[in-house]
């Protein structure tokens, strides 16, 4: 029986997500060897070899989820594989198999120039790229040419359910302002003022 399978790798690991759903932790097995593993859990078995490249098995570990398996795999060497199984051949074959993965090359970032190109690449943005860029003062002008066009009832509307509303509502239907009146109350926890 096939059991499906995927995987992905960085340069240190491949991870395998073996897809058999409601697996038993306590009867699942995996055997780990420098260029094979095995799954087995009751009559199901995959085996996947010859792999790309060796793994460490002391290295390798895995963990049985709901529905998957996920076997990690510690690599010999880094770097990348390009698949999982294959005839390729093992770099490593006609060395011990005990020798010490090569060390990680530290590469010396240039934070500067890094911070100075993605600066330099963002640009301003306009109206027409983006209709929400400048927030209030991109809207202001839009309200603007809106009254200056409209005609006497629509400004009237404008200026009174605006005022009405305490500069939250603008209407620009006449007929529904005029017969709404709204009666305007200090926030809550102040009263008004009289004027002397």
Request: aromatic residues 8%.
């Amino acid at each position: 029986m096939s059991i499906r399978h995927e995987y992905y790798e960085n340069d240190e690991r491949t991870t395998v997500s073996i897809f058999d759903r409601g697996a038993d932790p306590g009867q699942v097995s995996l055997k780990f060897e420098p260029r094979k593993v095995t799954y087995t859990h009751g009559e199901k078995t995959l085996v996947l070899e010859p792999l790309k490249g060796q793994i460490n098995p002391d290295a390798c570990d895995y963990t049985v989820g709901k529905v998957k398996i996920e076997v990690r795999l510690s690599k010999l060497v880094q770097g990348r594989w390009g698949g999982l199984i294959g005839d390729s051949p093992d770099p490593l074959a006609n060395s011990a198999s005990t020798s010490t993965p090569a060390p990680a090359r530290s590469q010396q970032k240039n934070w500067d120039a890094l911070t100075t190109n993605i600066l330099g690449a963002e640009k301003e943005k306009s109206m027409e790229d983006d209709p929400n860029v400048g927030g209030d003062s991109a809207v202001n002008p839009f309200f603007q040419k809106l009254f200056a066009d409209a005609d006497e009832d629509t400004k009237r509307a404008m200026m009174k359910s605006y005022s009405e509303s305490g500069g939250t509502t603008l209407s620009t239907n006449w007929e529904e302002v005029k017969k709404a009146h709204v009666e305007v109350k200090p926030p809550e926890g102040q009263e008004w003022k009289k004027w002397s």
